[in-house]
């Protein structure tokens, strides 16, 4: 394990920190990547003095198709490569006519292209060795269209259903793949104070990302294919049908909205 890494993205920050601190603390060695000036030096830094172990990093914008093709070149030509977690993501809250073309685009380039260009990038080195894992970030708007979110859960639907394609193609070979479907995350002060607004229900439905990041990375080892960690969220998803959830979800959404402004 030596000179083999585990390649995480949105690695500075939120979630995909505390995958990061998870892994390192496993002995991991780690290739972080994320946007530039959000700390990730420091934090390679960091990981490297505390646990021992290989931290490489690399600062790019992965909402530009040719910077994933770069940062997959760089990858394949210098490392071995057995676990790869396609963390980046980004969403928003707008009116979908209000929201500028380049809002739009890049959800969609982020989410959707980044993810499904590095995960094809990466597959051979992958392949290569003895036993790899793939674990995507999607969430639990998957599972529901939002009215002043529209594209968001468009693209994590898009996420979960190329997940599940994915681990069904590559059974039978040394590569397997995994979706996570998070609910709200307390991963800054903005957020966790935005949750403590909705009251009960969305304190007791959000999440410690440290501990999401530790319960992920132990159902990926027991080759758990769908990781549910928002059990109540869960329940209310899959039980009300569209035409229930839909409105619930959209009014609350659209007083989020009416409240920011």
């Known amino acids: 394990m030596e000179n083999i890494f585990a390649v995480i993205t949105g690695s500075s920050q939120g979630l995909g920190k505390s995958f990061a601190l998870e892994l390192a603390s496993k002995k991991r060695n780690l290739i972080l990547i994320s946007l530039p000036n959000e700390g990730l030096e420091n934090l390679s830094e960091k990981l490297e003095k505390q646990f021992k172990i290989k931290v490489l990093y690399r600062e790019t914008d992965l909402c530009d198709r040719n910077n994933v093709l770069e940062v997959s070149s760089w990858i394949n030509e210098n490392f071995k490569v057995n676990l790869l977690i396609n963390n980046a ?48 970030v999607s969430s639990l708007a998957a599972f529901s269209p939002i009215g002043y979110k529209t594209v968001y859960p468009a693209s994590k639907a898009f996420i979960h259903s190329f997940s599940r394609g994915l681990c069904q193609e590559l059974k039978g070979t040394n590569v397997f793949v995994s979706v996570v479907n998070p609910g709200p995350m307390r991963t800054n002060e903005d957020i966790t104070r935005r949750i403590k607004e909705q009251g009960f229900f969305g304190n007791i439905t959000s999440l410690d990302p440290n501990k999401v990041a530790s319960y992920c990375i132990r159902q990926l080892e027991k080759r758990d294919s769908v990781i549910m960690v928002n059990h109540v969220s869960c329940i209310f998803l899959w039980l009300l049908p569209i035409w229930i959830k839909l409105p619930i979800l959209t009014n609350k959404i659209k007083k989020e909205l009416n409240i920011a402004r």
């Open 89 to 136: 993501g980004i969403g928003g809250t707008l009116k979908f006519e209000e929201a500028s073309s380049s809002y739009i685009e890049k959800i969609i380039q982020l989410n959707v292209l980044a993810t499904a260009l590095l995960t094809h990038q990466l597959l051979f080195n992958l392949k290569q060795q003895e036993q790899s894992y793939i674990l995507n």
